[in-house]
């Protein structure tokens, strides 16, 4: 099925640019391209048609790109929405972190923007209901745990703040942390690699825009709060922050590159955003899904799929994907439990995510899922580690009998 991707420019000239570089490297028997110069315009096509990722510049007159974002997300919350700045202008930014998945800066490298509806159509592929689609589209942001919320907003009002101290509190969470990645690896910062700690993006975000993510956060996660049955927010976050630890453990002992190391903590902290998603969402589809589990006793990702049709991690990676993360968090977020399926060679962050994971469900079976699959040996045998599995069963049992992990 062909993708539509639909470009908004108040320039024709601009219009015309992006026709010659998309049309050379965009196949047109997979991509549709439309184009028009106005948001009113945009509006009148998406009536008539179904588009699946829009991208517009962010000045027009009469309708800027963030108004028809805004607009676009209420209307047709399935589509991707990209924005387009000439200028690195924070208050604009902030102004559009609701209504917008991914920044690039204009003019935009041609392979960049390129890469990026490619990916995010691909991604696409992997839900086959639509509704599903549409839950992850029009995520805003992920709900925060309270507690750490306040720690944050408490250094931020402090005299004395210190960006490292807000952005290790922000570490510790799964939604914070997603949002100020989201923002700060977007094209719009023009950086050369991805940042994967929190604690630099926040040095490079700054105060204020640190502030405005914080309390957007919040704000969504006052506005929609997980309403499944039986679920707790709490234990998942333990779950999380258990697996991050022992992504990061193990990854420093087996790889100790500093990159792949962030990449295996970061990866491990949003391996299960796809629950949120599904919690906060499709709250009966999940309560669907773990009294499958809990009557015939099988792995969530069978009982996903019974149901679903998708995993939460294919929910996961397709948010990730849309807001822009990096190929190998995407990668350990789709199949950390899975991880045969892919084409790995090398250990990294989806072998790092993988262990962690399954270790955490073995040892705090109560802060994760007591029927998940255990470690794919094939697995770690094609990447020629697995005499490591013993080393690294300690070093997870020991991180995960601390106390309060949060």
């Not at 807000?166 to 997603?178: L, P, Q």
């Not at 919690?279 to 773990?290: A, G, L, W």
């Not at 020991?398 to 949060?406: A, F, H, L, M, T």
């Amino acid at each position: 099925m062909k993708r539509r991707v639909l470009l908004v420019d108040d320039e024709p000239v601009v219009l015309d640019v992006l026709r010659r570089q998309l049309s050379h490297s965009l196949n047109p028997e997979q991509y549709e391209m439309l184009f028009a110069t106005s948001g009113q315009e945009a509006l009148a096509l998406m009536e008539q048609q179904p588009v699946d990722l829009i991208i517009s510049d962010i000045r027009m007159p009469q309708m800027d790109g963030i108004a028809l974002l805004t607009t676009v997300m209420e209307k047709y919350p399935q589509t991707a929405r990209f924005i387009l700045s000439g200028l690195p202008d924070r208050a604009l930014i902030k102004s559009s972190l609701i209504s917008t998945h991914q920044y690039f800066p204009k003019p935009c490298n041609e392979a960049v923007l390129t890469q990026a509806i490619r990916r995010t159509c691909e991604l696409r592929n992997i839900l086959q209901k639509d509704e599903l689609a549409r839950a992850v589209a029009q995520i805003k942001a992920l709900p925060a745990m309270p507690g750490l919320f306040s720690r944050v907003l408490q250094e931020l009002k402090s005299q004395d703040a210190s960006m490292q101290q807000i952005g290790e509190i922000i570490a510790r969470d799964v939604g914070m942390s997603a949002k100020v990645l989201q923002l700060v690896n977007s094209s719009f910062f023009g950086l050369s690699r991805k940042v994967e700690s929190p604690a630099h993006a926040v040095a490079m975000l700054g105060m204020e825009m640190v502030k405005a993510i914080v309390l957007m956060t919040q704000y969504f996660a006052q506005t929609n709060m997980p309403r499944a049955k039986g679920f707790s927010m709490g234990r998942l976050w333990e779950h999380s922050l258990l697996s991050a630890q022992c992504a990061m453990a193990i990854a420093r002992k087996s790889c100790p590159d500093k990159k792949t190391v962030d990449e295996a903590f970061m990866s491990a902290m949003l391996h299960d955003v796809g629950k949120l998603i599904l919690v906060t969402n499709q709250p009966e589809m999940f309560e669907s899904i773990m009294a499958l589990m809990t009557k015939e006793r099988i792995p969530m990702l069978e009982a996903e799929r019974r149901i679903l049709h998708a995993t939460h991690g294919e929910l996961g990676g397709y948010l990730l994907g849309l807001w822009g993360f990096s190929e190998p968090v995407i990668e350990a977020c789709i199949f950390h439990f899975r991880p045969g399926e892919t084409s790995c060679e090398r250990f990294g962050s989806l072998a790092s995510v993988h262990v962690a994971n399954a270790m955490v469900n073995r040892f705090q079976p109560d802060r994760g899922n007591p029927h998940a699959a255990d470690l794919d040996m094939d697995f770690l045998r094609r990447l020629k580690v697995e005499d490591r599995v013993s080393e690294w069963e300690t070093l997870c049992r020991g991180i995960c009998q601390q106390k309060d992990p949060v």
